[in-house]
């Protein structure tokens, strides 16, 4: 298995604040690999100095075979248009990607997004659940090998939640996608995770494989151990 992303030693201060303090880990190549930790545990930062939008202190990130062109991310803030349609903001995007006939390109994406018949909605009209998957097809149109998601089910209903976690399965079975998720919830990790990495201020506690985690139960004393473990 081909390695994508190397993190080494990475560190970073805010301040008096240590946001990172050394913190190593590698994703391969398709693979889902879950970022777990508590709120301010460091994750955002984290992604951030992935995406070359902070830089580190100390440490590197090292890409094989992909470059940040390769990389689509969602991060909290979905950055659509509210005033236009699901369409025209998936148009706007294609183009600005460099897309020239995006057509059949937003065609296939929302069809396997199953949101091809909210293609005339204005994104204000949209539920939460229904946003991320706009915001989801936005990244798609790039054809990334790697994906970055940040709390993408945060503050979504539990069907919601559901039906984005297939949409990533999905993804993943059909194109060998590459992803880093962080989140905070243990239940959506463990369901659709290879690899799990469970940091805590600034610092990785944990790293292991789901298939070797029996059940939930295992995994919350898992993380509360690495939570607590200071």
């Known amino acids: 298995m081909s390695t994508v992303l190397i993190a080494k030693?990475?560190?970073?201060?805010?301040?008096?604040?240590?946001?990172?303090?050394?913190?190593?880990?590698?994703?391969?190549?398709?693979?889902?690999?879950?970022?777990?930790?508590?709120?301010?545990?460091?994750?955002?930062?984290?992604?951030?100095?992935?995406?070359?939008?902070?830089?580190?202190d100390e440490g590197e990130v090292q890409l094989n075979n992909i470059t940040h062109d390769d990389i689509a991310f969602i991060l909290e803030k979905d950055g659509l248009f509210e005033k236009l349609s699901v369409y025209e903001n998936l148009k706007f995007y294609a183009k600005l990607f460099g897309l020239t006939e995006p057509f059949h390109k937003i065609e296939e994406i929302t069809e396997l997004l199953g949101?091809?018949?909210?293609?005339?909605?204005?994104?204000?009209?949209?539920?939460?659940?229904?946003?991320?998957?706009?915001?989801?097809?936005?990244?798609?149109?790039?054809?990334?090998?790697?994906?970055?998601?940040?709390?993408?089910t945060s503050g979504l209903d539990p069907m919601a939640q559901i039906q984005l976690q297939d949409v990533i399965l999905e993804l993943k079975k059909r194109n060998s996608l590459t992803v880093l998720l962080a989140s905070h919830n243990l239940h959506e990790v463990q369901r659709i995770c290879d690899r799990i990495l469970i940091i805590?201020?600034?610092?990785?506690?944990?790293?292991?494989?789901?298939?070797?985690?029996?059940?939930?139960?295992?995994?919350?004393?898992?993380?509360?151990?690495?939570?607590?473990?200071?």
């Open 200 to 230: 805590n201020k600034g610092l990785l506690k944990f790293e292991g494989n789901t298939k070797e985690i029996k059940d939930s139960r295992e995994l919350e004393n898992i993380f509360r151990r690495a939570v607590e473990d200071e």
């Open 9 to 56: 030693n990475l560190r970073k201060s805010y301040g008096n604040i240590e946001a990172l303090r050394g913190i190593s880990f590698n994703v391969n190549k398709g693979e889902i690999v879950g970022l777990l930790g508590p709120n301010g545990a460091g994750k955002t930062t984290t992604i951030r100095i992935i995406l070359g939008l902070l830089n580190p």
């Open 115 to 152: 949101i091809e018949e909210l293609k005339d909605r204005k994104i204000v009209n949209l539920s939460r659940g229904q946003r991320r998957k706009v915001v989801i097809s936005r990244a798609l149109l790039k054809n990334p090998d790697f994906l970055i998601l940040d709390e993408p």
